[in-house]
């Protein structure tokens, strides 16, 4: 007789989820409905954590770097990882040399990356101290019209690798013989790119999205090193607002109203992009394979 899977078998990984996951939100919900420096006692004050956050400018400029930050990296990252997703999951002979040189970021950490990063856009002794017969006096970091732009090259850098090893591995799984009747048909490079490879690929674009949303909401560490929100609130996005107001401001709970927004936008964008692509209704692309 066929058994059941039994609940216990998922029960550490609920155990986990709940401990590290579920109840740390719960505390940080109930921390934005008080007033705490981080050393006393949470003193509760209702909504006012709320009322100011919806008259805070500087939060609602914060948000908005964020969107920039995020647009940029999609339009940026999805294309190039995509493309070269699709020729590391193919045959070349050189094909495993240069991948394992183009996915060393992923073996570095992310502090790591942000003070290279910092040390090579250095203005006095940086590469753009090397070059700057080309590109004239360019202050990558020091310039606020394109310091974030700055920012999401260095994120762009550290993470299409990750995102190239998912379109890699999905590559890999579209059946040949869609290629090789497409062959037979007459059809070239190109057209089966578009006509077989993207539409195949299509709920891993949509995976990949949600990750880079998820991930521009909660990008910090690089920010942090990288820039510190300068020169002066020009790269101060989102989750770097929200640690200046709580860890030097010593505003806990008004820190974790923002906390909690970051977390409703991030939930409420993804849901938006599945419920958008069809994604909760996938369906196997292989059929008649």
């Not at 017969?133 to 690798?161: E, K, R």
């Not at 497409?182 to 057209?191: E, N």
């Not at 089966?192 to 521009?216: A, C, D, E």
């Amino acid at each position: 007789m066929r058994q059941r899977p039994s609940f216990w078998y998922a029960a550490p990984a609920f155990a986990f989820f709940a401990l590290f996951a579920a109840l740390p939100m719960v505390l940080v919900v109930l921390l934005s409905f008080t007033s705490w420096d981080g050393l006393g006692t949470p003193q509760p004050n209702g909504v006012d954590n709320w009322a100011r956050l919806a008259d805070d400018g500087q939060a609602r400029d914060a948000v908005g770097r964020t969107a920039i930050l995020m647009v940029v990296s999609w339009l940026v990252q999805t294309p190039i990882a995509l493309l070269i997703g699709v020729w590391a999951a193919g045959r070349q002979r050189t094909r495993a040399v240069l991948s394992s040189i183009f996915f060393l970021p992923l073996l570095l950490s992310t502090a790591a990356i942000a003070l290279l990063w910092q040390v090579m856009l250095d203005p006095n002794f940086g590469v753009t101290q090397s070059i700057g017969g080309w590109l004239g006096d360019v202050q990558f970091l020091g310039n606020p019209s394109i310091v974030l732009y700055t920012v999401a090259f260095v994120i762009t850098w550290q993470y299409v690798p990750f995102h190239t090893l998912l379109y890699q591995g999905a590559a890999r799984a579209i059946p040949q013989t869609l290629y090789e009747a497409a062959t037979i048909d007459g059809a070239g490079r190109v057209r089966q790119f578009f006509h077989i490879t993207l539409p195949q690929l299509r709920y891993t674009v949509i995976t990949s999205s949600i990750l880079m949303i998820v991930g521009s909401l909660t990008t910090f560490d690089t920010v942090l090193i990288l820039t510190n929100g300068g020169p002066g609130a020009a790269s101060r996005i989102a989750p770097l607002h929200m640690y200046i107001t709580g860890f030097s401001g010593f505003e806990m709970g008004y820190a974790s109203t923002m906390a909690v927004l970051l977390v409703v936008v991030g939930t409420g964008l993804s849901l938006l992009v599945m419920r958008v692509t069809g994604f909760r209704s996938m369906t196997s692309q292989q059929e008649g394979a």
